[in-house]
């Protein structure tokens, strides 16, 4: 099973400031075929379920304001919230797709402000 | 509009059968590429997937779980109901259905969005 790892597993950063939140999987998830990298990222506020943020690493999803972006290839894979605002308060999960049939999520990072 | 609402039990006890049915609306199983899925959430950790079946009645089920878990569908009421035996507390968690939109026909594209709201099963004696 591939193992995803995130860091750190919280961190607290300043309105308007950069968030930045890395993932890295214990084997690639670059498929070589289609060259896509099988990997989402999601969004949980307290209280609520996650919410999908970005698939195919970078693709965000419609809705999703553009001070969020997804970036890396292969192994490493990188979610930047460009201006923190308020609302972003939440814990982040990155998921694989690659393997199947599992699917697994990294343990999450907790994002606050500072 | 895409809606999953989970209903079943909320306390089940140890060795039991705990049988969830996530009813939806806004789409239909029966499309190619849509799937529906299960993921749970023990309070205050991560996220564990659980099982997927996709619209022609395929299934995939979590390596570990295999032996305890049963996903079908019922395409003409628009539900999914999963099946996990032999309960134990440390499967206490919020379950929650998922949509996987899919992109295209394949069944390797399973990123998911929405989410229902969850339903805690509380398992103990």
């Known amino acids: 099973d591939i193992v995803m790892t995130q860091s750190p597993d919280s961190l607290a950063v300043s309105l308007g400031e950069r968030a930045t939140i890395n993932c890295k999987s214990s084997?690639?998830?670059?498929?070589?075929?289609?060259?896509?990298?099988?990997l989402a990222w999601y969004q949980q506020k307290p209280g609520q379920p996650p919410n999908l943020l970005i698939y195919?690493?970078?693709t965000r999803e419609s809705g999703v304001p553009d001070r969020f972006s997804g970036s890396g290839s292969g192994t490493d894979f990188t979610l930047t919230i460009s201006s923190l605002q308020a609302e972003d308060v939440a814990v982040y999960y990155c998921?694989?797709?690659?393997?199947?049939?599992?699917?697994?999520f990294g343990q999450g990072t907790r994002l606050e402000i500072k | 509009q895409i809606t999953l609402k989970e209903s079943g039990p909320t306390l089940v006890k140890p060795t039991q059968t705990l049988t969830l049915t996530c009813s939806f609306s806004?789409?239909?199983?029966?499309?190619?590429?849509?799937?529906v899925g299960w993921i749970r959430q023990p309070p205050g950790k991560a996220l564990e997937w659980l099982a997927l079946?996709?619209?022609?009645?395929?299934?995939r089920y979590s390596p570990t779980l295999k032996s305890r878990l049963t996903i079908t569908k019922d395409t003409s009421k628009n539900q999914v109901a999963l099946t996990m035996t032999n309960m134990d507390p440390v499967d206490t968690a919020t379950y929650y259905c998922?949509?996987?939109?899919?992109?295209?026909?394949?069944?390797?594209?399973?990123?998911?969005?929405?989410w229902g709201q969850g339903t805690l099963v509380t398992v103990s004696s």
């Open positions: 998922v949509h996987r939109p899919g992109d295209g026909s394949g069944k390797y594209e399973n990123w998911f969005d929405p």
């Open positions: 806004g789409f239909s199983l029966s499309t190619s590429g849509v799937g």
């Open positions: 079946i996709y619209w022609d009645d395929d299934k």
């Open positions: 084997q690639s998830v670059l498929y070589s075929s289609n060259n896509k990298n099988y």
């Open positions: 195919w690493a970078s």
């Open positions: 998921q694989e797709y690659y393997s199947n049939p599992s699917i697994t």
